[in-house]
């Protein structure tokens, strides 16, 4: 792999499962690969959903969340998904990581131990107070929203 020009912050992680740690696949990846920890497979129905574990602790830096997303193959290819995406994992959260699966395809889907199911992306986020305010300043935008812009 070649050297990885972005700079990278450490994040605590006690990893219970029996699988690597998370890791990019390739050099400019955003998302770390979660896996599937689990004793037995699961299968999820059409429209079915299951929490999978992954075995996996985290100890994020403040000021950071991580976002679990979904695979655009197991979208792509099986209508799999990360039902409330992305999920956020607060960086006082010291629980396992879960990824929350559901099938929307027309077939059952078997989720294996190992399998890579979802991915992890790391994050800063901004706080904010709100300042309240009888009306907002104009914008070209304006309350266009939905599609306002078209297709093409």
Do not use: C
């Amino acid at each position: 792999m070649n050297e990885v020009l972005m700079p990278t912050t450490e994040v605590r992680i006690t990893n219970r499962s029996r699988h690597p740690l998370p890791s990019y696949a390739t050099d400019h990846s955003a998302g770390l690969d979660l896996r599937a920890n689990i004793d037995a497979p699961i299968i999820l129905a059409p429209g079915q959903r299951s929490l999978i574990p992954t075995g996996l602790f985290l100890e994020l830096p403040e000021g950071t969340e991580a976002q679990v997303r979904p695979r655009s193959g197991l979208a792509f290819k099986h209508g799999v998904t990360v039902l409330n995406s992305p999920g956020t994992i607060d960086a006082d959260y010291r629980g396992e990581v879960g990824v929350l699966l559901i099938n929307h395809g027309h077939d059952p889907f078997t989720v294996n131990d190992g399998d890579r199911i979802a991915q992890l992306v790391v994050a800063r986020y901004v706080r904010v107070t709100f300042a309240e305010s009888a009306d907002l300043r104009a914008s070209e935008r304006g309350a266009g929203g939905f599609g306002h812009t078209g297709t093409h």
